[in-house]
Every structure is written in C-alpha cells, then in structure tokens.
C-alpha cells in the first residue's frame, strides 16, 4: 500500500498556492496508514487522533463494537499511571562512559511482549501465570493483539525498509527524500502509541498503559543486572537509557546481543563520552563526547538572552573540558576554568568589556502597554519597555527588548535596575556586581555538579580601613 504510486494534485486541492513533494507523500501516506481524508491527513497535526483512527478502523472491519470510555478502564477508577524507570546515579567523574539506548522502547515493549487492548487481562484462564512485571495484569499467551501486530508493523516498516531507504545512494535523490518523509511520519506514530493508551478519550486504556511502562523498567533493570553479571560498571539508567564505565566494545557487544535475544529489544550505542559528570540529582549530566562536544542535560548551560560576555565566559570553560580524558587532565582543566572566571570578573569590575557585549534581548510575555498600567513590581524587560514607550516608541506582546543592567535609580517613583541598550553611554553607569552575580550563577548550575565550585572574591571597600 505504500508503495503505490502517488496521484499528482495541484497544490490548489490542498488549498495552499505552493507545496513541496515530500509533504504530498506524507499526506498519502498518512491517509493510507490510518485511513483518513487526505486533506485532513495534510493539515492535521493531532498525531492522537490518527492513531484513533487506526484502532477504531480496525474494530469496524472486525466487527467489534468501539469500546466506551469506562469499558476501556476495565472498571477501575482513574489514577495515574506509574511511568519510566529512574535509577539513581553513582556520582563521580568517569572517564569513556558508553551509553546504550533502547530502541524505541515503548512501542517495541507492545511490539515484542503482545501488549493490546484485548490481550492485556485476557479472560484465558491459561494465560493468568504470564504475569507483568510489577503490574498486577497477565497477557494473553494463545493469540496476537492488533495492537502489537499494527505498532509492531510500522515500526519494521520505519526500520527495515523507510529509514535504509532514505540512506541508499543507489536511489535517486527525490526517492531518498520520500522515504525519509515516510520514516519520520511512521517514528512520530509509533514513539505515539503509548501516549494515546494514558490520556486520549476514546483510545486510553490505564491497563494497557500500565503494561507497557511496567515491561519498559523491567527492560531497563534486567539489563542493568546482565550488565553487573557480566562485569560491567552500569552507572545510571534513565528511562531507555544505561550508562556504562569504560566498557570495552566486546563487552558492548555481548549486552546488545543478550539483550536481543531475551527480550526481542534493540538495544544500541547512542554516544560515547570522553568525560562524563554525573551529580547526585536524576536526570541531569554533563558530558564531552568524543569530537569534544559538549552535552548538557538537566542542568542549564546558558540562557538564550544571557548577554555575549557571559556566553564567551561559558564557552571558553567548557573548550578547557573537551580534550580531558584523565582525571589529571580534568584537574587542571578545572583550575584553568577557575582562571577564566577569575579574569572575567575582574574585567567586568575594572569595565574592560564593551557595552554591547553585555545587552540582554528578552521577549515581552504581556503587553506592555496592559502590564506598565498597574505594575506594583517592575521585571526589568518591562522596565526597559516603559522607557522605551515614554520615548515614543510603539511595543506590543512578543515584541523583543535590548536592555543593560545599571546602578539602581528611581524612574516614575519606582527603583529601575535597567535601560534600554541605546539609552545607556558609558560603562560607568554599569551594575558590574549584578552582572558578576548572574555569571557566577549561571555558570555555577553547569559546573557545581562538577565540583567545580566558582565564586568572587569579596570586595573590601578602603574607607572600611580608615574608619573606625
């Protein structure tokens, strides 16, 4: 089905005046796959309702009458279905950290373990032994769910014949570029078909939910344990995600070959790191990767609007960490780091900085003309907003603003922090200590977790010495 040839519209009956191929191909595909309208295929974005439409297509052709809301939840009350597992990291630096990645791990979980609608809970008194890990549900053991036949379908349709495709340089351009279209179209489906089962009216189902999450922790604890078994130092599992310390390739190997042949699950290299930090905190790390680029999660590197002297600053620590590759290297990796913001600092206090290089561009959330009217506080980009207002000038909501923090002054009997870029000359007028404050903050939430630990030196005023 799609394979078949794609019929040539104008781009008229998609009511547009321009579009590009591959979008026409997903539209058909799309409405092949889950058997709705093709003009609703090309402007729908609602990735649920497809889905929908592909269980419900189902249940017409087989007869079956579209289940209820309340038949779905099998007489239970709605609660929250428990998620992914988390296991907590071994704080440390470490040193050519693996990580391995399930491969699309809920829609293989419905795919390899049966989990359907029907099938989850079966009414087979045979099948009540084959109970789900730290679930209180069986699946069914003498029949197929449709569930798991149609997700487990797009997915090999994604991996065995739409993502190779997309690669194939013996294809021509315009069909490697459909194929990728189509990958992408069947990965945003499938990485779908848990969500729908949790909160979509019509199609959730918190039994099969509740399956699939508890067959994905059993994934990732099992293969923690063979892991262990083997030798191998697992560090932290997040979600599809196991981190190894220095595991040689054959060791490697050996987990994604038992763990293929246990479960059915692809389990895959998703990157290597030469350094790799790891808090106490869940979900958050820093790590190098091997072409020395940085990877960041859970822990804010620098903010969009952070001013360009601050953003060098950052850059320029993370360049001293992207060759270290032993913990005598990130020693003085973090004593370099340590100079960096030492010098920072000064330049900002002695005003060696140029007066662009420390604007703040901040996106107004309200309409400033609506928010400045009963302000009781004033956020600085609405600081900046009113000045610029008295100066005629027009802003309105999503409008961005240019300012630079200066030395507090009272500006309609308010205390303003800030002034738009353009009314600001002089450095003298610069809050050199708020900016030390943010810099310090900001680049503390990447590094503390490191224990590289940046502060200021504090100021001592000369008059203090002479009084008294």
Not at 26 to 49: D, G, H, M, Q
Not at 177 to 194: E, F, G, H, N, R
Not at 245 to 253: C, G, L, T
Not at 395 to 424: G, H, M
């Amino acid at each position: 089905m799609l394979l078949q040839p794609i019929p040539g519209l104008s781009p008229e009956f998609f009511g547009v005046k321009e579009i590009e191929p591959e979008r026409v191909y997903s539209a058909w595909t799309l409405s092949r796959i889950a058997n709705i309208p093709l003009v609703e295929a090309f402007s729908s974005k609602r990735v649920s309702e497809w889905v929908k439409s592909m269980v419900y297509t189902w249940l017409r052709k087989n007869n079956t009458l579209i289940p209820t809301a309340e038949e779905l939840r099998r007489g239970k009350t709605p609660h929250r279905v428990v998620g992914a597992l988390t296991v907590s990291p071994t704080p440390g630096i470490y040193f050519n950290t693996v990580v391995c990645d399930f491969e699309s791990l809920y829609p293989s979980c419905i795919d390899s373990f049966n989990l359907s609608y029907e099938t989850v809970d079966c009414a087979h008194s045979e099948c009540t032994s084959n109970k789900i890990p730290d679930v209180d549900y069986h699946v069914c053991t003498k029949r197929r769910g449709f569930y798991a036949i149609l997700v487990g379908a797009l997915k090999e349709l994604r991996i065995k014949l739409f993502k190779p495709a997309s690669k194939n340089l013996s294809l021509s351009t315009e069909e490697r570029k459909m194929a990728d279209a189509a990958a992408k179209l069947l990965k945003l489906i499938t990485v779908s078909s848990y969500g729908v089962t949790v909160r979509i009216h019509g199609v959730a189902c918190p039994p099969l939910a509740e399956a699939i999450t508890g067959y994905s922790r059993y994934a990732l604890k099992e293969a923690w344990k063979m892991a262990e078994e083997k030798g191998l130092k697992p560090l932290y599992g997040d979600t599809d995600s196991l981190f190894l310390d220095n595991a040689s390739n054959d060791q490697v190997e050996w987990l994604i070959k038992a763990v293929k042949e246990k479960f059915s699950l692809d389990l895959a290299v998703e990157k290597r790191y030469n350094l790799c930090v790891l808090p106490k905190a869940k979900k958050a790390y820093f790590g190098i990767l091997t072409n020395g680029t940085p990877d960041i999660k859970g822990v804010t590197p620098m903010k969009s609007n952070a001013p360009k002297f601050i953003n060098e600053v950052f850059h320029k620590c993370v360049e001293e960490l992207s060759a270290v590759k032993n913990i005598e290297e990130y020693a003085r990796a973090k004593k370099t780091i340590k100079e960096i913001v030492t010098k920072a600092i000064s330049d900002l206090r002695n005003r060696k900085v140029r007066l662009e290089d420390l604007t703040y561009s901040v996106r107004l959330y309200f309409d400033p003309n609506e928010k400045i009217v009963d302000m009781k506080t004033a956020p600085q980009p609405y600081q900046c907003a009113v000045q610029l207002i008295d100066a005629r000038k027009r802003l309105n909501r999503w409008d961005t603003v240019s300012f630079i923090k200066v030395k507090p002054f009272k500006y309609k009997e308010k205390t303003f922090t800030v002034k738009p870029a353009e009314f600001v000359t002089s450095l003298a007028e610069i809050n050199t200590e708020d900016y030390v404050r943010n810099m310090l903050t900001a680049l503390n939430q990447t590094f503390k977790p490191m224990g590289i630990e940046l502060e200021a030196e504090t100021k001592t005023e000369i008059s203090r010495w002479l009084t008294g």
